[in-house]
Every structure is written in structure tokens, then in C-alpha cells.
């Protein structure tokens, strides 16, 4: 690794500039949340197309934004952040596109239903693909903000503040909100394509918000040499590559088996409340922004339990107990709000842990490959442990999609039958679960903690000065 390759910020972060880079996770998390709750309901109960389609639609948009992640990763460790195309300039370049996009995925068009699937297949591969354009980088510049290990965790606690939010926006509003619009006289179509414009201009803002703190924040590499990156031939090489790393081959999986069973969990959820509790949009509504609420109310105590276990053993730990306690739920019967709230807390508690630590571990990871690998790809390591969570997120959704169908649900029925409300059930309280406990149990075998980092990081400088580290202390990570 050059000097040209080695960060310049490796300090702490004013709270306004933490708030800045956050507030663009809502760019992430309401339109993920919108989409991993909301558009299997969407496209089966107002578009009216067949479940298993709309989750095979789905899968197909997902996995195709999963493999546009290593391509736009590869670009992104490309740019020169003082150069004329950079992280920050593509983030800002992909603002319209992926606002845009997502606006009109929401809209209900009136067409036979081979021009329906075509239609929502399309916006919906166009929706990702410019969310992965805005997203990668973002990520990236997260890694480049700062390589403390506190200060890395404490920036993600911060960045999940606002994908609560995002949460709370996506989840406890949306269906609420659309009845209204009903109840006033709009048609669905209509309703629908009012609630993207709203939520559209939430993202837009929040995306420039970002893209201005950030612009603002010196992370630059340093120019004296050549840049190590520019050596990798190819996309395909870089992938390859990054995977030797056995501490990335583990969180990889972890991240896949966690996101498998999150989009699981959200694409039934919505069906389970509202067929088999009988709860209405209002309902819904309130369950969602009550368990976002406390979720955000959690985040400091989560992020306490992190500091005094470390972020590996606090994710191991932490996501083991929470799927368990979801499960109890299966064998007590869920049978009134109060119920499922308590379900809802222990499993948005859960969540809570995931996406900020997953991150955290991921750029810990990169600086384990700017060990081995004597250069900095922030970019192409985020993107291929994004390519894993997209990949989860599209089985997750195919199998709710197959689940629905499989149990015999049937939107044109008022009344499920028994074996159908079981089913979603089991998917909720079991499956889903079991993959987040599977996950955790993948995640302690990566061996990071406060110590080895530290020795890592003092490698790292001894690389910067033209040194050549020893190994000593870092066999388990390497």
C-alpha cells in the first residue's frame, strides 16, 4: 500500500457532521422499507398481479441490483476524491435519477397484465440500479471518514437513526395515509402516485442535505505515488480477490443470512396483520411507528452494550437472544395488538443491532484487506457485501412471495383459510427468525475485538511510513 493509498482523516467527527452523513441513510431506508414491506401488497392487492410474479419481480430487481454492486463498487474505488468525478459527485449525480425512478414505481397503470408485469419489471430494475449508483459510494465515503474503531461504530449508530426514521416514515405511514387519500374521494392509482411524490421529495432532501455535509469533509487520499487500486485488471478480479479475505467470507454470509430472513419477515408481516389479526391500515400504521419509535429510544442502550461487549460479540450475542425470544412468540399465540407489538420491539431490537455493527464490521474488514493487500477498495468491498445482502434480500422476497403462495393465499378471498393464516404465522415467527439466529452464529466466527484492531491500525502506520508490520497478534483475522 503507497502513501497515495493510506486515509488522511483517522479522527473524531463533530456530532453536525455525523447528523449530515446520516440524514442520507433515509435515502436507503425508506425506500428499502417501502419496498421490502409494502410492494408485494402493492402489486398484489392494488396492481393486482399473481404473488408469486410479484415476488418473482422482485427477486429479479433485487439480484440485478446485486450484480450492478461490484460494478458500481469497482467505479468507485476509480475516483480521486479531489478529482473531477468523485464519490461525493456521483452521489449527487444519482439523486434524480434514483428520486424519479422511485416515484413512478409507485404508480398503477391501467394495462393488460402482461404490460403490467413488463412495466413493474422495468422501473423496478431502473429503481435499483440508481440506488446502487447512489449507495455504494455513500457507504464508501463512510470508511473514509474516519478509521477509529469507536468513532466507525458511533458514525453507523448515527446513520441508523435515520434509517429508523426512514422505518418509522415508510412503515407506520403508508397505508394510513393511502386510505385516506381513498376515504377523500382519490382513487388507488391516484392515492398511490400522491404518497411516491411525498416520499420522493423526502429522499431528494435528505440526499442533498448529505451530499453538502460530506462535500465539506476533507478525506482525501493522498497523490505523492501512484494509486494501488488502479492496478486491479478488472471487476471480476476484484471480487475474486477480496473474497481470499476469510474475514470477509464470514461476514458475507452473515449478511446474506440475515437479510434472507429481514425481507422475509417484512414482505409477510403486513399480510399476517391484516388477515390474520384483522388489523386496517390505521392499525398497521400504529404497530409500525410504535415499534420505530422505541427502536430509536433503544439505539443508545444497544449502542452501551456495544462499547462494554465490543461490536462482533455484542452482534453475536444480542441477535441470538432477540431470534429466540421471537420464536416464543410462535408457541404463545399472537392474538391482539398488545401481542404483537411486544413481537415487533423484541424484533426491530434485533434489527437494530444488524445494520449499524454489519457496517461497522464491513469497514473493519477493509482495513484487514489495506493490510493484506497493501491498498485501499472501500468501494468494491462494500459492494460485494452489498451484493450478498441484495442477494438475501431477493431470496428473502422470492420465498415470501412462493410462502404466500404455497399456504394457498388468495387476494380475492376476504377469509383465509386456517392453513394459510398458520403459514404466515410460521413464516414470521419461525423461519424468519432461525436465519437471523444463523446469521449471528456465522458472525462469531469472525474474530475481530478492540485489541487486534488496535494492533491492525499500528500496521497500517507502519505500512505508511514505508515500513514493512509484522503479523503478529493478526493471524485470526488475515
Known sequence: MSKA?????????????????GIGTLCDSLTCNLYNIFFLVFAVDFVGLDPAFAGVISSIAVLWDALTDPIVGYISDKLNSSGKLSRQKLIIRALVPLTV????????????????????????????????????????????????YEERS????????????????????????????????????????????????VIFTAGLICWISISRVKMKRRQEESVNYHQTKNIFTGIFSTLKLRSLRKVCIAI???????????????????????????????????????????????NGIVKILGKRKAYTVLIIIFGLGQIMFKYLGVSSFGWILAFGIIQGCSHNVFFPMSYALVYDCCDIDAFVNRKRREGIILSVTGLMQKIGYAI?????????????????????????LDGMQTTVFVIAPLFFIVSAIMMSRFKINKENYNILQNALEQIEKGNEPSAKGLEELI
Not at 171 to 182: D, R
Open 5 to 21: 493509498d493510506v486515509l488522511v482523516n483517522n479522527g473524531r467527527l463533530s456530532c453536525i457532521t455525523k447528523l449530515g452523513y
Open 101 to 148: 425512478s422511485f416515484i413512478f414505481l409507485y404508480k398503477i397503470i391501467e394495462a393488460s397484465p402482461n404490460m403490467k408485469n413488463i412495466y413493474y419489471t422495468a422501473l423496478a430494475l431502473c429503481f435499483w440500479t440508481c440506488y446502487t449508483v447512489f449507495m455504494i459510494p455513500y457507504a464508501a465515503v463512510g470508511a473514509e471518514m474516519t478509521n477509529d
Open 154 to 201: 458511533s458514525l453507523r449508530f448515527y446513520a441508523h437513526i435515520f434509517t429508523m426514521a426512514g422505518l418509522l416514515i415508510a412503515s407506520s405511514f403508508t397505508m394510513s395515509i393511502v386510505e385516506k387519500f381513498m376515504a377523500k374521494g382519490l382513487t388507488p392509482a391516484d392515492a398511490w402516485f400522491t404518497l411516491a411524490l411525498a416520499y420522493g421529495a
Open 256 to 302: 446474506l443470512l440475515y437479510a434472507t430472513g429481514f425481507t422475509l419477515a417484512q414482505g409477510t408481516i403486513v399480510f399476517l396483520m391484516q388477515k390474520v389479526l384483522g388489523f386496517d391500515g390505521t392499525q398497521v400504521g400504529k404497530y409500525f411507528m410504535l415499534t420505530a419509535v422505541i427502536g430509536i429510544l433503544s439505539i443508545p442502550v444497544i
Open 396 to 420: 428473502g422476497t422470492s420465498f415470501a412471495g412462493l410462502f404466500l403462495k404455497y399456504f394457498g393465499y388468495n387476494s380475492e378471498l376476504q377469509t383465509q383459510t386456517q392453513a394459510t
